[in-house]
């Protein structure tokens, strides 16, 4: 684990090789699981607010879940979870071409629509967070639908890290990232 300020990273997100692959996997982390995306209350907020922005763009069957309960409901566990559609897909899926199954709030952010973003915990997949009462621990989370990911990322020399650069700064901020990226650097020179 590496320390930095009140978080505990775990190697594997320094050491180990990610980048997406859709053309392969498809997607499918946003349609696989037993509950939808976890949302900081914050973001279950914004979502609901947001929520009559997007119902147009739904699929039926999303804009009814919406309409019955709202962008996000709390799951068996507790948590605050995105609202899915027949126990797998996200309210905010959308199929491109090829079967793909892409993220409508994506979509309205590269298209320049302000307020538009993923909630962080899909941003910072595989990463996922866990708080321990004041520390955060940063986790890499490996899972079988990921494996393309994983060979990809191996083939172009990317890190787990270097991947989710832009989540991790939009979660930790840039000074957080920039301590992790000279501490990961320093780790595999002495690690190879």
């Known amino acids: 684990m590496i320390q930095i300020n009140d978080t505990l990273v775990s190697l594997d997100v320094v050491e180990s090789y990610f980048e997406c692959d859709l053309d ?21 907020e914004k979502l609901q607010e947001l929520l009559p922005e997007v119902m147009p763009l739904m699929t039926p069957a999303a804009r009814e879940i ?7 409901y709390t799951d068996e566990e ?13 309210i905010f899926t959308f199929y491109a071409e090829g079967g793909k199954c892409l993220c409508l709030l ?5 298209e320049g629509r302000p307020g538009f973003f993923k909630p962080i915990s899909c941003s910072l997949y595989p990463i996922r967070l866990k708080d321990y009462g004041g520390m955060t ?7 079988k639908i990921c494996k393309c990911a994983e060979i990809l990322g191996r083939k172009k020399g ?12 939009r ?6 990232y920039e301590e992790l990226e ?6 595999l020179k002495l690690n190879r």
């Open 24 to 44: 392969k996997c498809l997607g499918e982390c946003c349609i696989e699981g037993d509950a939808g995306a976890p949302l900081l209350k914050e973001e279950a």
């Open 66 to 72: 919406a309409e019955e309960q709202g962008a996000s």
């Open 78 to 90: 507790g948590d605050l979870v995105t609202s899915i559609v027949n126990g797998k897909d996200c």
């Open 106 to 110: 994506e979509r309205l952010r590269r």
């Open 137 to 143: 621990a940063v986790n890499y989370h490996r899972w």
């Open 158 to 169: 990317v890190r787990v890290y270097e991947f989710l650069k832009e989540p991790l700064i």
């Open 171 to 176: 979660r930790f901020g840039i000074r957080w």
């Open 182 to 187: 000279l501490t990961a650097r320093e780790w």
